[in-house]
């Protein structure tokens, strides 16, 4: 841990609420990503975003070091939108609007109205694939492959061993594969 972390996370523990504004600060963005990548919806990300916060304040004084801070607080965000998920039980796309673009680029420098309309039949046919998965394919999936997590890392986050993880990545990226190959 970076020294001025260390003496925020210090502070943050005493009580100053503004050393633990600049922690999460940092990641944020980056936070409020997954979440929304897990959740499917912006609003239950920005809620479990909120919530993340909250349980991370309320229990900064368990964070032992163990792990980079970084990692603990992305954790407790996971948690949460999983948890936003389980509240309201949702099964919505994984991917906000503007991962939908990335989902349905095309590499053609100009694409013509053909390729406009099988990639948006394609994207439509990720999103419904997406949205019938488990919460823990989609989230395992997403934290693989859109967060470049070690397998290690998502079994801690969704408490399991890592073999049921590797299964549960397996299975999202068979389904989706299911959902494309027959239009490609």
Known sequence: MADDEA?????????????????????????YRVCVRVAGDAGLAEDALQEAFLNAYRHLGTFDGRSAFSTWLHRIAVNAALEQLRRRSRHEVLQSDSDEDDVLAV???APGPERHAAS???GRGIQAVLARMSATERTAFVLRHHEGQSLEDISATLSLNVNACKQAIFRAVRKLRAAIEPAG
């Open 7 to 31: 003496a925020r996370l210090e502070r943050a523990v005493q009580g100053d609420t503004q050393a633990f504004r600049q922690l999460i600060d940092a990641h944020v963005d980056r936070l």
């Open 107 to 109: 590499t053609e420098a």
């Open 120 to 122: 948006a039949q394609i």
